[in-house]
């Protein structure tokens, strides 16, 4: 059973899920005190965190929900450009879909859809126990 969004790291970070389909996973992240590192800057652990939540997502909406859960395996992240203020959109697309792992493309762009930040996310599918 998945815990109300409010009560994650989601809530904590002000993370939307935009969009959620077979194609991609879309969601948002303001840019604000919760999001800053100590010099007023987007940190990029809040970076990393809203690319994992968009390709979990991604994959938990593919795979058979009432038999399977899927965690986190791997990320990685280049961090392009700062951002003090404003809001987040990170885009991400399957370029793997198989029967144990999804591999992710994730895209943190700005308003202007400027490249924030690039992140490659492997998600392991497990059996519920």
């Known amino acids: 059973m998945l815990k109300p969004m409010e009560e994650t790291m989601l809530g904590a970070l002000g993370i ?6 077979a194609e991609r996973a879309i969601a948002t992240m303001p840019v604000h005190a919760a999001t ?3 010099f007023g800057l987007l940190h990029g652990g809040a970076s990393v965190a809203l690319a994992e939540t968009v390709a979990s997502i991604g994959t938990w909406n ?4 009432e038999h399977e859960i ?4 791997e990320i990685n992240a280049n961090h392009l450009k ?10 991400g697309t ?12 994730i ?15 492997t998600v392991a599918i497990l059996r519920k126990q």
Not at 16 to 21: A, G, T
Not at 82 to 91: D, F, H, P, R
């Open 94 to 105: 399957p370029l793997h879909k198989g029967r144990t792992t999804m591999v992710w493309d």
């Open 16 to 21: 939307e899920i935009k969009e959620l389909s």
């Open 36 to 38: 800053h590192q100590p």
């Open 107 to 121: 895209k943190i762009v700005d308003e202007e859809e400027t490249l924030i930040c690039i992140s490659r996310c």
């Open 62 to 65: 593919l795979i058979d929900q």
């Open 70 to 73: 899927c965690v986190g395996l």
């Open 82 to 91: 700062s951002k003090s203020s404003g809001m987040v959109t990170a885009i």
